[in-house]
């Protein structure tokens, strides 16, 4: 079992930057590839980025490419999203996911085994 509690969500202006964290708990967490994604209102959850189990390896959706970062840290069992440029496209509750391989269904939300409840982003126009 994994558990996970994001936390660094709020209000920002367009243009500004927030860094969410993602404060995991169980024995595998340094094995888990870990994965952010994002759910607006009315919408269906997208993915935003996921990161492996050493670092080496992130992936991230084009829209948030070049301006957001993915990043751990094993050793607090704690996973970033650090977010810049921030548009308002970019208001959404934003959750923290994990599974224990990485492979190409990464994208999809279905595929993650573990959520947290998600902290809320919103970017004013």
């Known amino acids: 079992q994994v558990q996970l509690v994001e936390s660094g969500g709020g209000l920002v202006q367009a243009g500004g930057s927030l860094r969410l964290s993602c404060a995991a708990s169980?024995?595998?967490?340094?094995?888990?590839?870990m994965g952010w994604f994002r759910q607006a209102p009315g919408k269906e959850r997208e993915f935003v980025a996921a990161?492996?189990?050493?670092?080496?390896?992130?992936f991230y959706a084009d829209s948030v490419k070049g301006r957001f970062t993915i990043s751990r840290d094993n050793a607090k069992n704690t996973v970033y999203l650090q977010m810049n440029s921030l548009k308002p496209e970019d208001t959404a509750v934003y959750l923290c996911?994990?599974?224990?391989?990485?492979?190409?269904?990464?994208?999809?939300?279905?595929?993650?085994?573990?959520w947290g409840q998600g902290t809320q982003v919103t970017v004013s126009s």
């Open positions: 996911a994990s599974r224990p391989y990485v492979g190409s269904t990464l994208y999809y939300a279905g595929s993650y085994d573990y």
């Open positions: 169980g024995r595998t967490f340094s094995n888990n590839l």
């Open positions: 990161i492996n189990w050493s670092g080496g390896s992130t």
